[in-house]
């Protein structure tokens, strides 16, 4: 089923209009488009919408994208945003909330995320007993572990008696050790030196990972860099400036089909705000003829070339230039540790024009999608929205 019918070329001022002044439906279509091309103004947009209409769920999707993306001018106003979510009913909404208060920590916070430990370790406890994994109980532990960080980084000194605490629980003991290493006070280095030799590997791991964070912020500290560098443009965060950069071709429609769609919109925008992006992403590039996409499991359209993704670093380099090879080259399979997209755009589509792209993504042995996107030209640039969904596992 498609959900438009076209191009949507509503710019953002148009978007914003509909965030502001729109009926409840036309709200709700405002934010699902600013969550897929929105800039930096429609962040702090966001942020006022949900301080009129907190704990909405259509607005915490867009804005777990956009601030993971753009650097909010009104930190206090996206904290005040968030708090409701920290007593969501649903625990995913929890976890999106507290990995941006683990971006953007405040004060603000520290009460709410206190709470919010001790009813994740009472829900916890009760999953713990049934004594087999759940989804349930996996949430539980990532939001359980994600919380008690952004407590630390909130709170600092002042919340230093809970993450010790926490020391006494073995399920909680190498996350708050870890945290110890985020408040960073050398009155606890003794500590963490102790727990160098603790029995349990994982909190081994952490107190080493801790003494070393606090001795290079200590080493900031001591000897500042010469030079601040520039900040990223438009208020971009580093890792999306950084991905930004990527270069995959010189052609600016390939370059926007793997970059801006495949790697920031397909894999950041959904990922970053999970924290499981994905190592590494094979993705091939094909062109096939006619109007319709062809179907992903018998994709034999022209290959174009393929490329290697890797989220350290991050880097981007072209693994094939078919016009290169002396051969029929066969694109890879999935690997068990990364993931491959596939991506197959119109023989003719220009800036006059409009075409259907699809991407069939697997991201993990049990967990892919295939998507098809309408790309046009409009506003000055490359533009895309969703035309429908052909598959899932």
Excluded at 236 to 241: D, G, R, T, V
Aim: hydrophobic share 35%.
């Amino acid at each position: 089923m498609s959900t438009q019918p076209g191009p949507d070329d509503r710019t953002q001022g148009d978007l914003l209009h509909n965030l502001q002044f729109g009926t409840p439906i036309e709200q709700e279509n405002a934010l699902a488009r600013l969550a897929t091309v929105g800039e930096a103004e429609a962040l702090d947009a966001v942020i006022a919408y949900l301080l009129e209409h907190p704990g909405d769920t259509t607005g915490l999707h867009a804005l777990r994208v956009l601030a993971h993306k753009y650097m909010p001018q009104d930190r206090y106003g996206l904290a005040d945003a968030l708090l409701p979510y920290l007593i969501s009913n649903s625990w995913q909404h929890r976890l999106y909330a507290v990995r941006l208060l683990n971006t953007y920590p405040t004060e603000l916070a520290v009460e709410g995320l206190r709470d919010l430990i001790y009813d994740a370790l009472d829900s916890y406890e009760k999953e713990r007993q049934k004594r087999s994994s759940s989804p349930e109980r996996i949430l539980l532990e990532r939001t359980l572990g994600e919380t008690i960080m952004a407590l630390a980084n909130s709170g600092r000194l002042f919340v230093l008696p809970d993450i010790l605490s926490l020391l006494d629980d073995p399920a909680l003991r190498s996350v708050s050790t870890k945290a110890l290493g985020i408040i960073g006070s050398e009155t606890e280095r003794l500590r963490l030196e102790d727990l160098i030799e603790d029995a349990d590997p994982q909190v081994r791991d952490s107190a080493q990972w801790a003494l070393h964070f606090m001795d290079e912020r200590a080493q900031q500290f001591l000897n500042p860099p010469g030079e601040i560098p520039e900040p990223p443009p438009d208020r971009l965060s580093q890792l999306y400036w950084a991905h930004r950069k990527l270069a995959a071709s010189p052609d600016d429609l390939i370059q926007f089909l793997i970059t801006r769609v495949g790697i920031e919109h397909l894999i950041l925008d959904r990922f970053v705000s999970e924290g499981q992006v994905p190592d590494l992403c094979t993705i091939v590039l094909r062109c096939y003829t006619g109007q319709t996409p062809p179907d992903h499991h018998s994709n034999q359209a022209d290959l174009k070339g393929i490329w290697e993704y890797r989220w350290q670093g991050p880097h981007l380099q072209q693994r094939l230039d078919p016009r290169q090879a002396k051969h029929k080259i066969r694109p890879p399979l999935p690997l068990g540790r990364g993931a491959i997209m596939t991506i197959s755009f119109p023989e003719h589509i220009d800036i006059t024009e409009n075409g259907l792209v699809s991407y069939d993504c697997q991201f993990q042995p049990f967990f892919g999608h295939g998507l098809v996107y309408r790309v046009f030209w409009g506003n000055g640039g490359w533009s895309f929205v969703l035309h429908r969904k052909t598959w899932a596992t």
